[in-house]
């Protein structure tokens, strides 16, 4: 009897540290973002993907290496937060989403290199493809709850074009309503002369 209520104390306190350590890491995770985003120079871009969020619960933002994909990204995530009290939540796999949903608070759930950061991970492509038709509800269903604690789910991907254009990346094609391709809306002149100066000054 008191080895079982020893072990359950250790569990409780490895399960207390576990959540502690993950807390860090998300702080710092976001705070990271938030030292980066300091010379962020919003475009119109960034605008109109703000607003396709906005309409429509998820954006996939497609673009090349180097075009600032994750910087849009989270720095619409951090605007959400600031300005509109959203839970910004990292995530890298599928089913993360389900487990970390709160139905009480608005969430915002960035997904960073989608499906591979280089080339195409098939067999991630292969377990968004299993939870797709639950979060594609989840996104139908965005404001359409009559529970008592009505929460605002928003769903941000980004992914190279590389990736995106792989032959078994078209298995997701639930996601393709979403997607936003950044080579579809380059920088004017007047945009890149100040991002030139932030980045080389």
Partial sequence: MMEDIILRK??????????????DIYYQQINDWKIDDNKFI?????????????R?????????????????????????????????????????????INQRRNQIFVVDDFCGKVIINSQSVDVWYSHMDDILKLIHNVGKSKGR????????????????DEMCFQNLTGFTKYVYQLSDRPLTDDEKLPIIKNYFP
């Fill in 10 to 23: 250790v569990e409780e306190g490895i399960a207390q540290y576990t959540e502690r350590l993950h807390n």
């Fill in 42 to 54: 919003v475009t119109k871009t960034t605008n109109e993907i703000y607003d396709r969020l906005q």
């Fill in 56 to 100: 429509d619960s998820c954006v996939l933002v497609v673009g090349r290496a180097g075009c600032h994909k994750s910087s849009i990204v989270r720095h619409i995530a951090l605007k959400m937060q600031s300005e509109e009290q959203y839970d910004i939540i990292p995530i890298f796999t599928a089913g993360s989403i389900f487990e970390l």
């Fill in 149 to 164: 604690y009505v929460a605002e789910l928003k769903f941000l991907f980004a992914t190279r074009l590389d990736v995106y």
